[in-house]
């Protein structure tokens, strides 16, 4: 089993739909969840950053981590033609010395947001 | 602005060639980071580095070297060992750890022909 599934799509909405996209993790000890947004043949850029279970909003996004089934989401509000990218799921664990340096990335999810 | 930038932004290699990738990073991060990003592979670590003078392998490693002999800087070199190098380079940093994530750089097209 992947430690981070992530259906890469692709998936393609109208202007103005709510889009969900989701990510399933197997590594309990996952406490740092981020969501990332990247353009064609451009670097990732941080989009969300949650810490353990909860909701975060941040104008039309929402991110959702449920530490108990797994599972985080990211919601986008009213989508724009200029939310059209990949956007990647990507966690972290905290390390036995208080830092750790890695993160584990999700495929991506392609999505276009047709006008 | 801080940030990372990578150059070249398109390289084009003949097999059998070194070549070494720029990344340099102006935000005071501790912490540094090279991926490899293929279609339908996602991200994959390569290196990383989390002070200067001291860098740890990642998951494919081989066909790899880095060195950090400056805070600012952590070049890639694509030996000719690497047997399937054309892929988008990415290259990362953190203040210490990925608690908070990292900051990308643009990334380095780089093509074997």
């Known amino acids: 089993q992947k430690e981070v599934e992530q259906d890469p799509g692709p998936l393609s909405v109208p202007e103005g739909a709510i889009v969900s996209l989701n990510c399933t993790y197997s590594n309990s000890a996952f406490q740092y969840f981020m969501w990332y947004r990247q353009y064609s043949r451009k670097g990732p850029e941080l989009l969300m950053y949650?810490?353990?279970?909860g909701n975060k909003e941040d104008g039309r996004f929402t991110a959702q981590v449920d530490k108990s089934s797994k599972y985080i989401s990211l919601f986008i509000r009213d989508s724009q033609p200029s939310d059209s990218a990949t956007y990647l799921c990507?966690?972290?664990?905290?390390?036995?010395?208080?830092?750790?340096?890695?993160?584990?990335f999700g495929k991506g999810t392609l999505l276009t947001v047709n006008p | 602005d801080g940030g990372i930038t990578q150059s070249p932004k398109y390289l084009f290699r003949k097999e059998g060639q070194n070549v070494t990738l720029s990344c340099e990073q102006n935000l005071n991060h501790d912490a540094m980071y090279w991926y490899r990003q293929d279609p339908g592979q996602g991200l994959r670590l390569i290196y990383y580095?989390?002070?200067?003078?001291?860098?740890q392998k990642g998951d494919i490693a081989e066909g790899y070297s880095v060195s950090r002999e400056k805070k600012e800087s952590f070049p890639l070199t694509v030996t000719s060992a690497q047997k399937n190098p054309t892929a988008f380079y990415l290259c990362?940093?953190?203040?210490?750890?990925?608690?908070?994530?990292?900051?990308f750089g643009s990334g380095t097209r780089l093509t074997v022909v």
């Open positions: 990507a966690m972290s664990a905290r390390g036995s010395g208080g830092s750790n340096y890695k993160l584990t």
């Open positions: 949650t810490y353990s279970s």
């Open positions: 990362a940093s953190s203040i210490r750890g990925a608690d908070y994530g990292y900051t």
């Open positions: 580095s989390q002070i200067v003078n001291d860098f």
